[in-house]
């Protein structure tokens, strides 16, 4: 179960002309065993929708009804026998686009959260524990199912200091609304607490509240017996475990102290500051330190350091997505649920001699299929460092649909950054694809990169990433050349690189030659039949650079830290959301080609108007543009002399004029790849949930235990510190002397006689 700050439910049921909306605010999402979501609870107000409605109305209407912030509404909805993944709706296309997955039912669900309390009164509520004087019918969320059991030590809520003034209690009391509802998290004997983490976390809030230290005595798995930490304060309380549940009940409590309570400085624990700041990184998992310290300072009064808020956010990931070291372990039962929910797909893991990991590769059967069915025969191979305990890199191979979207085929994690872990990629690759077609590689134009691609994929054709290339031109001359002449150097590169034809490609090495003989040379020696379209045998469709997945990487990079079987588990969803973005897209398209693709070819007929076609033996068409320049076009074999259809798959404007002057249809000589029917085969399949692996069983005959790969210390020199690196280039004060006027000495050592 996660509990969410506030949360709406829609059940839409069309009328005539509108949609009624019934909205419930202030319920809760549970976890089922199978890993679907479900809601309850809160009370309702109604109102209507129709398919004209704006978004931004629509949202304006319902934080009016319960006065909740606009700006921290996020709308969410699950996509039709899908109860596992919530997708976002956030302009008035993704309405549309609800209301069109949607078409077939009676009635919908969608979600509102909101990551702030609506009001003081809900927002104290919230921060308390959710104990009561009554056993709880409710269920238990998986957060708060966790044992976390503390040793018998003296322990105040308790890993630094809260800088509160103690003479000014009841004015922070005041100005604090949430650490004046702490004060009655634990009241009294009879008081139920569903797990020991709650009952530990409602004390740490009450001592915090109150100002007093405690310390546990005699505590177990069976019983919570606490006692103020100063001698001879008669405060305590012992709360035993009732037989066969995991709930905690207040037995006995004295709640007199002696101590002077309230005056002395108290202390916050790690797992205080996790408990109050985990409902935050569910809604927002890139929750800062910085935002948590303003965060609590504004709405509780309490200060924090930097690594008390980085330590807070470790433990509530760490209770929200569980262990990064027991993931490892998890990656055999993981692997064997991909292929039992998702037939036909690949999980292959690898691990080495110790049971450290080494490496996984994920290939699911919607993209294999996609990929070999729909999408043109090129892939982009990429890597991109993973935030992690671990650390570790993610490999992709990554396709372009139709509409020249990314597609994600296969990817991999793996320990270290290698070329022994490329070609293993590579192989598993070779074995899940069984295309006959020609592959064209994006890759980067390393020597082994080159000769794992040659040796796996012996038809393959490998064009070296352009981005790649220019960087290596900028790193190989850096500092020879202003930035005005960089910027010169590296237009004229480009326009060798997407140059057609060999004449074309000649004339921008010959400047490049004109500026700079050894740019010229350096150019020359990098192969440029791996990266010029002049000369390149392969199919790249003028996609040079093998970051045309730079959205993807972006939003991988942005992803905080995780365990790694959440990792595979968000780029799956991620993947799925691709999957029917795209599918419902599509069904909005009427025409033969995809909406890029169409572009495309009416820009190509719009300026073939203005040619001329000379004559036309047979199939064969000679066609004169408005430079005078002649260009043979060969219907029969759809190639034309610019190059042009050959690069990029759709007729070029000459062939645009000779297709039409003989009153073909222009679209029979389109690559099938372009067609919206490709587009739709592409996103056909669809990838499975998995389910949740706490639940899961591995079966004896597979239990493998996978321990975390082992962190290296990383070649090379360590980086300098940045304050060790600024005194190096700080400039050193230079000396005046008051007697001669002159630099570089002072008066006592001045040659000047007196």
């Known amino acids: ?276 700041v985990k409902e935050k990184l569910r809604d927002t998992p890139t929750y800062k330190p910085q935002e948590i310290i303003n965060d609590i300072r504004r709405d509780l009064g309490i200060e924090l350091n930097y690594a008390q808020a980085y330590g807070g956010i470790a433990a509530a990931l760490e209770e929200l997505q569980g262990s990064h070291r027991k993931a490892y372990n998890q990656l055999p039962l993981l692997c064997e649920k991909i292929l039992e929910t998702n037939p036909g797909s690949a999980a292959i893991l690898n691990t080495k001699e110790d049971s450290c990991f080494h490496r996984i590769f994920v290939a699911f059967n919607a993209s294999l299929y996609g990929f070999q069915n729909g999408c ?92 790649q290339l220019t960087e290596s031109l900028k790193n190989k001359f850096k500092g020879s050349f202003t930035q005005e002449v960089v910027r010169v150097l590296i237009s004229e590169f480009h326009g060798a690189t997407y140059a057609p034809t060999a004449e074309g490609f000649k004339k921008c090495i010959e400047t490049l030659k004109d500026i700079s003989p050894e740019v010229y040379e350096w150019i020359l020696q990098t192969e440029p039949e791996h990266w010029a379209n002049a000369f390149f045998k392969g199919a790249r469709y003028n996609h040079l650079k093998s970051n045309v997945t730079e959205s993807f990487c972006d939003w991988i990079s942005d992803l905080p830290a995780m365990p790694i079987t959440q990792v595979i588990e968000t780029i799956r969803r991620k993947m799925v959301e691709f999957i029917y973005t795209n599918k419902m897209d599509s069904d909005q398209w009427s025409s033969l080609l995809t909406p890029s693709a169409e572009e495309n070819l009416q820009r190509s007929l719009v300026n073939s108007r203005s040619l001329e076609l000379l004559f036309s033996p047979g199939s064969c068409f000679k066609v004169r543009d408005t430079l005078g320049i002649i260009n043979v076009v060969s219907l029969e074999n759809w190639d034309c002399s610019c190059r042009e259809w050959q690069i990029n798959g759709l007729p070029c404007l000459h062939a645009a004029a000779a297709i039409e002057h003989i009153g073909k249809n222009v679209y029979d000589y389109c690559y099938k790849y372009f067609t919206t029917e490709a587009f739709k085969v592409t996103y056909s399949e669809s990838i499975n949930p998995i389910p949740a692996l706490d639940g899961c069983v591995q079966r004896e005959s597979s239990q493998v235990h996978v321990h975390p790969p082992c962190i290296l210390r990383p070649v090379g020199r360590p980086k300098e510190r940045k304050h060790a690196l600024k005194s190096k280039q700080a400039v050193k004060r230079t000396h005046q002397c008051s007697k001669c006027k002159k630099l570089g000495h002072n008066k006592r050592k001045c040659k000047q006689s007196t």
């Open 1 to 276: 179960m996660f509990a969410l700050w506030s949360s709406f439910t829609f059940i839409i049921a069309m009328a005539i002309g509108k949609l009624i909306v019934v909205c419930q605010s202030g319920g809760k999402f549970t976890t089922n065993a199978d890993g679907t979501l479900s809601y309850s609870g809160g009370d309702a107000h109604a109102t209507s929708l129709t398919l004209d409605t704006k978004f931004d109305d629509f949202k304006s209407e319902i934080a009016d009804m319960w006065k909740y912030d606009l700006h921290s509404l996020f709308i969410k909805y699950f996509l039709p026998n899908n109860k596992r993944t919530l997708i976002t709706i956030s302009t008035d296309k993704d309405i549309r686009r609800f209301l069109e997955f949607h078409e077939d039912f009676a009635s919908a669900d969608v979600y509102v959260i909101t990551p702030t309390p609506p009001a003081p009164s809900d927002a104290t509520s919230m921060l308390c524990s959710r104990s009561s004087h009554t056993m709880s019918n409710g269920p238990v969320s998986p957060v708060d199912a966790l044992t976390d059991f503390v040793p018998d030590e003296p322990v105040s809520p308790a890993d630094a200091p809260l800088y509160f003034l103690p003479d000014a209690e009841d004015t922070r009391l005041q100005k604090t609304p949430g650490i004046s509802s702490w004060k009655n998290c634990l009241t009294g004997i009879g008081q139920t607490f569903n797990t020991r983490r709650e009952l530990h976390d409602a004390l740490d809030k009450f001592s915090l509240a109150h100002g007093f230290h405690y310390t546990l005595k005699n505590s177990d798995g069976r019983r919570f017996c606490a006692r103020c930490k100063v001698e001879g304060c008669p405060w305590f309380f012992i709360a035993p475990k009732l037989s066969t549940t995991k709930l905690f009940r207040i037995k006995k409590m004295n709640d007199t102290h002696t101590c002077g309570v309230g005056s002395i400085r108290t202390n916050a624990s790690r797992k205080l500051i996790a408990s109050i």
């Open 376 to 467: 043109r025969p090129l892939l982009f191979l990429d890597c991109m460092p993973l935030k992690s305990k671990y650390r570790g890199e993610l490999f992709t191979a990554t396709a372009l649909d139709g509409n020249d979207g990314i597609f994600l085929v296969s990817f991999a994690i793996v320990d270290v950054l290698s070329d022994d872990n490329w070609r293993w990629f590579l192989e598993q690759l070779k074995i899940v694809l069984s295309t006959s077609h020609e592959i064209t590689f994006v890759a980067d134009m390393k020597k082994e990169m080159s000769e794992s691609l040659v040796s796996v994929f012996p038809n393959c054709f490998h064009g070296y990433c352009l981005h």
